[in-house]
């Protein structure tokens, strides 16, 4: 239980961590500068949506056909096209990077569809990015399909195809990678803020000398450590609350879950990526070596083995193992359930669950570690 006069000493250090917020606004930049900052970079500049792809079209006898068809490769938002007289020219494009990929209507693509039977159409796709080639290909199908029914459309005849596929999108039917990725952004940039929180700022009191005063006061080093975490404890709040405002307001990401169920969930996040902070600091007095070890420990692990952009899945084994010692690898899975499907617990209590744990292993780590002495 505590006493008297330790809830006195906590008082007063909780008061100093706030004033000290209030008149260094580093702490203030930490929690909501840098992660709106990142999240707009972030967001606006990773895609995995193919968009005005330039698309090299080459028609070797131009017919009304052959024009329709180009007509829906000039109208679809997936390509930019540009026109070639030779499929030497094009292939010269793609080789300069002008162009992604190559449509080849060789001359006799209008008689032979015209009477009936097969007219097949080139298709060359750049694969040096593999993932980009494929949204290409796939696109280019999209676009030959959609020509077919509505040619059939206007012949007044029904387009046969073997099997007929009625796709349904499920929790992003805009199929838009912005929805997906920036829930995710928020879980990895909010990893490298909440530790940053905690880790630079109490390298910066021992570099100015103002930890050690503070050792040889009769405070205990729990009353520290608990006046160190709840301030920024609310400082990462913030931040979090103010970068789902911009997930929602500025990059209008769908939000179907409920707000108490994201605050809980942030809430054991934040714990844990403070005490990855706290437990940072313990070790690097210098701000440069917190700032660095911030990054290296947290940031970094979190951008590629969260599931973020790479899929754990398609991991090796062996990596697939250290992704569980990610805590934003759970987050990023609670917040994309959150905000694109809602709140699903059969997803959301394991992860939350792992998360509890690893706050309760990085703070422990803390107390253990952490000494009232200067060496």
Request: with cysteine; aromatic share 10%; glycine share 6%.
């Amino acid at each position: 239980m505590m006493d008297r006069l330790s809830i006195l000493r906590l008082r007063g250090l909780l008061r100093k961590e706030f004033l000290q917020i209030l008149r260094d606004p580093s702490a203030l930049a930490i929690a909501f500068l840098l992660p709106a900052i990142l999240l707009l970079l972030f967001g606006y500049g990773v895609s995995l949506d193919a968009r005005n792809a330039p698309l090299a079209v080459v028609i070797e006898q131009p017919t009304p056909l052959a024009a329709d068809f180009a007509a829906n490769l000039e109208h679809s938002p997936y390509f930019s096209p540009r026109r070639f007289a030779s499929f030497r020219e094009a292939e010269l494009a793609m080789d300069r990077r002008e162009a992604v990929g190559v449509i080849w209507l060789r001359a006799d693509f209008a008689r032979k569809a015209d009477d009936g039977g097969p007219a097949p159409i080139g298709v060359i796709v750049n694969g040096v990015d593999a993932n980009n080639a494929r949204l290409i290909e796939g696109y280019i199908q999209q676009v030959w399909v959609n020509w077919l029914q509505a040619s059939a459309t206007r012949a007044g005849r029904a387009l046969a195809f073997p099997a007929v596929v009625h796709p349904r999108v499920w929790f992003n039917p805009a199929v838009q990678s912005r929805d997906y990725l920036t829930p995710g952004l928020i879980a990895v940039i909010m990893t490298l803020t909440g530790a940053l929180l905690t880790a630079l700022v109490i390298a910066r009191e021992w570099e100015r000398g103002t930890m050690e005063a503070l050792m040889v006061t009769p405070v205990a080093i729990w009353e520290i450590l608990t006046a160190k975490l709840i301030p920024y404890f609310v400082l990462g709040m913030g931040g979090m609350a103010a970068s789902v405002l911009i997930a929602v307001l500025l990059f209008a990401v769908p939000f179907q879950g409920s707000g108490w169920t994201l605050t809980l969930c942030s809430a054991l996040f934040m714990l844990a990526a403070l005490g990855m902070g706290l437990l940072i600091s313990t070790f690097a007095r210098n701000q440069f070596v917190a700032g660095q070890t911030a990054i290296i420990v947290t940031f970094l692990p979190a951008f590629i083995l969260s599931g973020f952009i790479f899929d754990i899945g398609s991991m090796p084994a062996a990596v697939q193992f250290l992704t569980h010692l990610v805590a934003a690898r759970y987050f990023v899975t609670i917040l994309q359930s959150v905000f694109l499907a809602g709140d699903i617990w059969s997803v959301i209590a394991p992860n939350a669950a792992a998360l509890l744990i690893m706050a309760v292993v990085f703070l422990g780590a803390v107390r253990l570690t952490a000494r009232k002495r200067l060496d």
